[in-house]
């Protein structure tokens, strides 16, 4: 059980971390290099590189996380909170109309995933076994 719980943390943390690096490419926005290629400007190296650790170690605690039969609904709750720091943080690197955009993508996103994962919870848990409707 608590492994259960060093794995959560984990996939939480890697979650946000990838959600910031969205949220610190769009603070600084994308610049035409050679042969038309667009990327990061100089300086945001340390966004790309937690957007693949970050992608690669919470795509691992969600396998984990399945492989030790967690309900999906729980695990839906990890990239969750991921979206909601990611919305917290484009707000704080920037207020101009693109963060705004970035940072209420990011809270609906999450909002719909919560919901989601909540309704699936309820109906999972009705007494009859069966979805409740509505």
Known sequence: MRTLWWIVALGVIAFSAFFWSIGGSVHLGLEEHARGRYGLPDGGERYTYALFAG?????????????RRVPGW????????????GAASVLVLGQQTRHWIAACAMGVAGSVMTLAALRRGRASQSPTGRRTPG
Do not use: E
């Open 74 to 85: 729980k695990i839906l709750l990890l990239p969750a909170s991921g979206l909601w720091f």
């Open 55 to 67: 992608g690669v170690i919470a795509l691992g605690s969600v396998m984990l996380l399945a492989d």
